[in-house]
């Protein structure tokens, strides 16, 4: 069951963080002074994702600046640029307040220091758009049907690497983008070279999502040009 899962979840090219809906990261400018540093407790923010810009699939960097003083705490956070959306701001001063860092020193003393940090605070798509977007290179040139259901592939993987027995167990409703599925899967081939499988090898199972995929695929909405006679000045 533990390599069955290993191989489900290599196939898919999930994130670090496939286990959870949300996944933010931090990037800290680094002076050329020595420190601070981060440590404890990893400086991200999943945990404190607002509910409503959750449910309304609200994204954005904060930028934060504050102090890290010298006990390698943090104080004096403030929003140096938004997001846009109040609710992730608060929620990055928030996450920001647990951080903890070794402090910067001066001559071997340590000091506080002004820093600032990006909370880039973004949802990670399901791990079957996930898998759905790692295999879109094999699709056909003409457009996704209407409707354009799941693909669900089962197969097995065998002692060197290779995929075979590929079967589609789950149809989306047009088999041209089935047969992606199944050549996604075929050309897939795993490191066995920490693994020892049976004979026979052993059973994968797959499921892609091409409209989650398509939609995370498609260029960001545009306002419409103003109607023809408006001014923006009276």
């Known amino acids: 069951?533990?390599?069955?899962?290993?191989?489900?979840?290599?196939?898919?090219?999930?994130?670090?963080?496939?286990d959870e809906p949300v996944e933010t990261s931090l990037s800290t400018a680094v002076s050329a002074n020595a420190g601070p540093f981060s440590i404890g407790r990893p400086h991200i923010c999943g945990a404190y994702y607002p509910a409503?810009?959750?449910?309304?699939?609200?994204?954005?960097?904060?930028?934060l600046n504050f102090v890290v003083t010298d006990k390698g705490g943090v104080r004096d956070i403030k929003v140096s640029e938004s997001s846009g959306n109040k609710d992730l701001d608060d929620a990055s001063v928030t996450c920001a307040s647990h951080w903890v860092y070794v402090p910067a020193t001066k001559?071997?003393?340590?000091?506080?220091?002004?820093?600032?940090a990006n909370v880039v605070w973004k949802i990670a798509p399901l791990p079957e758009v996930q898998t759905a977007l790692a295999c879109v290179s094999h699709r056909p040139g003409q457009s996704p049907p209407p409707n354009l259901g799941h693909t669900a592939v089962s197969f097995r993987v065998m002692q060197d690497g290779s995929v075979t027995d590929v079967k589609v167990t789950q149809a989306s409703g047009n088999h041209a983008w089935d047969n992606i599925g199944v050549a996604c899967a075929q050309a897939h081939h795993f490191d066995m070279s920490a693994v020892t499988l049976p004979t026979d090898g052993l059973p994968g199972h797959l499921e892609m999502d091409w409209?989650?995929?398509?939609?995370?695929?498609?260029?960001?909405a545009t306002l419409p040009p103003?109607?023809?006679?408006?001014?923006g000045n009276k």
């Open 226 to 231: 103003p109607a023809s006679g408006a001014s």
């Open 52 to 63: 409503a810009a959750f449910k309304a699939h609200i994204e954005g960097t904060v930028q």
């Open 1 to 18: 069951m533990r390599y069955q899962l290993a191989i489900i979840l290599s196939l898919a090219c999930g994130s670090a963080l496939a």
């Open 211 to 220: 409209t989650g995929a398509l939609a995370t695929l498609a260029p960001p």
């Open 107 to 116: 001559d071997s003393v340590p000091i506080e220091v002004s820093w600032k």
